[in-house]
């Protein structure tokens, strides 16, 4: 994730940590909202690997069992080691659950030399990004990105595109390295060659409320990595808040790339894009941002390294 300081360029990762010890709670003791859900995720899916490296794998969930494993990953990440506020349900549970999980595919990384705890089977998952695909949206309850940013017409714009968002990206805090960042990356492009998708759409996110705060990285954003008008989506109006807070040329651009976080910055390194205005999350502690990304638009370099549609492995 680097530079896209004259051009704009963008690229993505992930920063985040690790999965929570104990049982499943909510299952096993309230027929709870979050316990229906699970249900709704269906055991069908044989492991397919869509990468290694080393002990690592990268495979969609293929069980319930893997999919609650992901939210325990994802409740340590984002309600004990960030700053977002667990309702009573996701506390009882210790596990990050909402409306859109049955929806999706979830994208593991498991460590298959990470030794098992006893409560649990299989290999560790250390790492999760979430999948949903334009059809299963559209049968949903549309895009988790459109209750923020008013994706609508940048869709309709492109009827013969198909969309897929990527969210809820999270890796144990000992795997946050290149090698694990590159498995998902692997993962996420053999997921989209394999099923045709056109474009990458998501939000992602800065740590802390205060848009003034955060004036450095919002106004780099706006002024070096804005959407061309076909791709540009705003912020609903009601939530809209502003990233043009410094004019271009009082910019440290240096100063403005070491202040983005480093998902947002490997987005914009493989050539994303973000869209007009951000949006204040106060339940997750955060400044979200639209990142939009055409397949076409990748850069050629990445597409060779992350090697087509073939699955990378390596020693």
């Known amino acids: 994730m680097i530079s896209r300081a004259l051009q704009p360029s963008p690229l993505r990762l992930f920063d985040r940590f690790w999965p929570m010890p104990g049982h499943d709670v909510v299952a096993g003791l309230l027929p709870t909202l979050a316990s229906r859900r699970d249900r709704a995720i269906h055991s069908l899916r044989p492991a397919e690997t869509l990468g290694r490296l080393g002990s690592l794998e990268v495979r969609l969930a293929c069980s319930a069992a893997e999919v609650r494993k992901a939210q325990r990953l994802r409740y340590r990440v984002f309600y004990k080691e960030g700053s977002a506020s667990a309702d009573a349900v996701m506390r009882l549970a210790r596990r990050d659950v909402d409306e859109f999980d049955a929806a999706c595919d979830h994208l593991l990384v498991l460590d298959h030399a990470a030794p098992m705890k006893t409560y649990d089977q299989g290999p560790t998952v250390v790492g999760t990004y979430r999948l949903l695909r334009h059809e299963a949206a559209e049968g949903h309850r549309g895009?988790?990105?459109?209750?923020?940013?008013?994706?609508?017409?940048?869709?309709?714009?492109?009827?013969?595109?198909?969309?897929?968002?990527?969210?809820?990206?999270?890796?144990?805090?000992?795997?946050?390295?290149?090698?694990?960042?590159?498995?998902?990356?692997?993962?996420?492009?053999?997921?989209?060659?394999?099923?045709?998708?056109?474009?990458?759409?998501?939000c992602a996110s800065l740590d802390?409320?205060?848009?003034?705060?955060?004036?450095?990285?919002?106004?780099?954003?706006?002024?070096?990595?804005?959407?061309?008008?076909?791709?540009?989506?705003?912020?609903?109006?009601?939530?809209?808040?502003?990233?043009?807070?410094?004019?271009k040329e009082a910019i440290d651009v240096k100063a403005a790339l070491q202040a983005l976080p480093p998902m947002i910055k490997g987005y914009l390194r493989l050539g994303a894009y973000v869209g007009e205005g951000a949006v204040v999350d106060r339940p997750f502690g955060t400044t979200d941002v639209l990142i939009v990304m055409p397949v076409s638009d990748i850069k050629g370099r990445y597409i060779e390294h992350f090697g087509g549609a073939t699955p990378r492995r390596a020693a």
Not at 178 to 187: D, F
Not at 222 to 247: F, G, K, L
Request: charged share 25%; with cysteine; proline share 6%.
């Open 208 to 247: 802390g409320t205060d848009p003034d705060r955060l004036a450095l990285p919002l106004s780099f954003l706006h002024h070096y990595a804005r959407a061309p008008e076909a791709w540009r989506a705003p912020a609903h109006t009601h939530r809209h808040v502003d990233m043009n807070r410094m004019a």
């Open 143 to 202: 895009f988790y990105s459109a209750g923020e940013f008013d994706i609508g017409g940048m869709i309709a714009r492109h009827p013969a595109e198909r969309f897929l968002e990527l969210g809820r990206s999270c890796v144990l805090k000992p795997y946050r390295n290149k090698r694990t960042v590159e498995l998902l990356w692997q993962g996420i492009w053999s997921y989209v060659q394999q099923r045709g998708f056109d474009v990458m759409i998501g």
